[in-house]
């Protein structure tokens, strides 16, 4: 027996049941104050990015008292916490009040006629691209009337967000996320995601910072790993950027292989002073990662403590690419408490300058 097909009308009064009964469910789930993106065909998050469990976006007044340009930040960076240490951080090359930097300190001679090797630029850690791209300001600048100049023309993301964006012009002037750096080695790791790259490709002479612009990843060296890590951590906690899980894992691994030094401290107590904020992942290293940052190493017993016949200083000098010798780098171990020295924790500094 043949079926008799079903009308227009009887086929549309199930979807509008449907629909009506779906915006009664909305309505009432609304009410309860219940999210319903799901609802409206928001795509789920892909499975390779897996966010760990959403952060809250900080009021304005919650925020650290960050300086209100990044041209004001620079300027603070340089003169009010690495006055005394000229040291850019990836590659630990030195230099001098004009910011005119030795690459023969760290290795890096090859660079020599690069222009951007030439001058210092204040990298952030967690790159402003990064944690810029999910905000609308840095998508859709000419949504906001304070970003469009003319019609059909509109300023950059980035400094729209400067404009309109609180959190984001705090976040990318804020201190804690910036370093000093040769501006070449700046350039090429772009704004590269931080992790680990198989084999040991040397790209900057002495210098171990490994760029795969392939696998948009960079390794840094193992004397600063916990470092990074440590302001990594600080970014996602102060203004609520997500961290993958296996961010997290790697950060944590770092930071337990490299604890605080003595600079990493007392750089973090002088932005402290300026932003009225400290990075409570250096300040409570000890109750946040189960184990207490190493105190400096005593001389080792063969050898007596360092005389400073040089006029040595502490604070101007933190990896053995920059030591003289052996009697120098005893010196800032001992001395100075730049434990990176030690990486072994013998006692001795720099290996291949103090051999026993």
């Not at 892909?46 to 008292?65: K, N, S, V």
């Not at 201190?175 to 350039?187: D, H, S, T, Y």
Request: net charge positive; hydrophobic share 35%.
């Amino acid at each position: 027996m043949a079926r008799r097909p079903r009308s227009r009308t009887s086929a549309r009064l199930p979807k509008t049941l449907t629909g009506l009964l779906a915006a009664i469910a909305l309505a009432a789930l609304a009410a309860l104050g219940v999210k319903t993106d799901g609802f409206h065909g928001k795509p789920s998050t892909p499975p390779t990015e897996r966010p760990t469990a959403a952060r809250t976006t900080p009021a304005p007044g919650d925020l650290p008292h960050t300086p209100n340009t990044f041209t004001a930040a620079k300027k603070a960076l340089y003169d009010r916490v690495y006055f005394d240490h000229r040291i850019t951080l990836y590659c630990g090359c030195a230099y001098d009040a004009d910011r005119r930097i030795d690459l023969a300190s760290c290795g890096l001679q090859s660079l020599a006629g690069k222009p951007r090797a030439q001058r210092i630029e204040a990298e952030h850690i967690f790159p402003a691209a990064q944690f810029g791209n999910f905000r609308p300001c840095w998508r859709d600048p000419g949504a906001f009337p304070e970003c469009v100049k003319s019609p059909g023309k509109t300023v950059s993301g980035r400094e729209c967000c400067q404009k309109v964006d609180p959190v984001f012009e705090a976040a990318h002037n804020d201190l804690q996320n910036l370093v000093p750096a040769v501006g070449e080695v700046n350039g090429q790791r772009s704004d590269f995601g931080w992790g680990m790259i198989p084999g040991e490709k040397r790209e900057f002479g002495r210098c171990d910072f490994e760029v795969d612009s392939s696998l948009r990843r960079v390794e840094p060296p193992e004397a600063i790993r916990g470092d990074i890590a440590r302001i990594m951590f600080y970014m996602a906690n102060t203004y609520g950027f997500n961290l993958s899980n296996q961010d997290r894992q790697l950060y944590t691994a770092w930071s337990r292989q490299d604890p605080p030094d003595a600079w990493e401290v007392e750089r973090n107590r002088r932005i402290e002073a300026i932003q009225g904020k400290s990075n409570r992942f250096v300040a409570d290293y000890a109750a946040i990662f189960g184990k207490a940052a190493p105190v400096a190493a005593e001389p080792a017993p063969v050898a007596p403590a360092p005389a400073n016949p040089a006029g040595w200083n502490c604070g101007t000098k933190s990896s053995c690419g920059q030591m003289t010798s052996c009697e120098e780098a005893r010196f800032y171990l001992t001395q100075c408490g730049v434990s990176r020295l030690d990486g072994d924790g013998d006692g001795m500094p720099c290996a291949s300058l103090c051999k026993r």
